[in-house]
């Protein structure tokens, strides 16, 4: 059994736990996902089974891996992990108006410098961020840029002002949350990030993980709720086979094609068989399902 679940990750699960668990529902040990969420945020995980994780790559290159957020942040104070998990290391009464929030949101569209937390799992000569953070070592990480294509300031809702990004691969809206602070002169943490899109894979086709657990606890069947496996290969183009040429293909074999160069989804009838590239009149195998 191959294909995807678009998880509703709940808070306080690791993303690699979540896939685990999701694979272990299935009976399948083989399983990854795309985009990991911090602990603390929500949302959509794509977890893929099976023969799914080997479209993993090509499915954020289709897509660009372009993210949107819902995120919140309470100003006034600053931790180590720039959330509200983190250990506080300042504090102050500066409340920016909505005018100010409203008046730097511009600076943060397009191509934007930005330094991940140090609390990330950013490789920093050979170790994981996180963890020369948490030994209590420095953590210089350089900036990298990114890019923003939306951000908009949703209003105060009790003692959080919330927000929307729509961002590419690489943003860290945990530096987001901090930075936006910074622009209008304050400190902030960020006490909710919940993701809706991800490579193509929307909130809405989302399910929990207790969902899926009291189907199996109870006998019924999950398998309706796998989404095929050449979902959110967004628009790389269509190449259809014969069967003489698919099982040529499976075999690892090249075929003549009067296509242009590039990569391909490549078909036999309704069947997915895989990820092949076109070059000078032949296709070539990249992954075969």
């Known amino acids: 059994m191959s294909g995807w679940i678009i ?3 709940a808070s306080g699960l690791f993303s690699r736990t979540a896939s685990s668990r999701v694979a ?4 399948i040990k083989k399983s990854g996902h795309i985009g990991t969420l911090d602990p603390m945020a929500t949302g959509v995980l794509p977890i893929a089974i099976g023969d799914a994780t080997k479209m993993i790559p090509f499915i954020e290159d289709a897509n660009g891996g372009i993210k949107e957020y819902l995120f ?4 006034g104070r600053a931790t180590d992990t720039l959330d509200v998990t983190g250990t506080e290391i300042a504090r102050n009464d500066i409340i920016p ?3 100010q929030i409203t008046n730097v949101l511009g600076d943060f569209i397009g191509d934007i410098d930005q330094v991940p937390p140090a609390y990330s799992a950013i490789h920093i000569n050979g170790r994981r961020a996180y963890k020369i953070a948490r030994a209590g070592d420095d953590v210089e990480i350089p900036a990298r ?3 923003i294509y939306e951000l908009k300031y949703n209003g105060k809702r009790g003692n959080s002002w919330e927000f929307y990004v729509k961002c590419g691969s690489g943003t860290y809206v945990r530096s987001l949350g901090r930075d936006i602070a910074e622009k209008c002169g304050a400190i902030a943490v960020v006490d909710m990030i919940r993701r809706i899109s991800t490579n193509g894979f929307d909130i809405k086709n989302a399910v929990t993980l207790d969902f899926l657990e009291n189907l199996v606890n ?14 959110g290969l967004g628009d790389i183009p269509v190449l259809n086979l014969d069967d003489k040429e698919t099982k040529l293909y499976k075999n690892g074999g090249f075929i003549g094609v009067a296509m242009p160069d590039g990569q391909f989804r490549v078909y036999n009838g309704t069947e997915f068989v895989g990820i092949g590239v076109v070059n000078k009149k032949q296709l070539r195998p990249v992954r075969t399902i």
């Open 72 to 75: 919140s942040v309470q100003f």
């Open 145 to 147: 840029c990114v890019h």
């Open 7 to 9: 998880l509703d990750k």
């Open 97 to 99: 108006t909505d005018e």
């Open 24 to 27: 272990h529902l299935f009976g």
């Open 218 to 231: 109870n006998g019924a069947d999950i398998g309706q709720y796998l989404m095929p496996i050449d979902s």
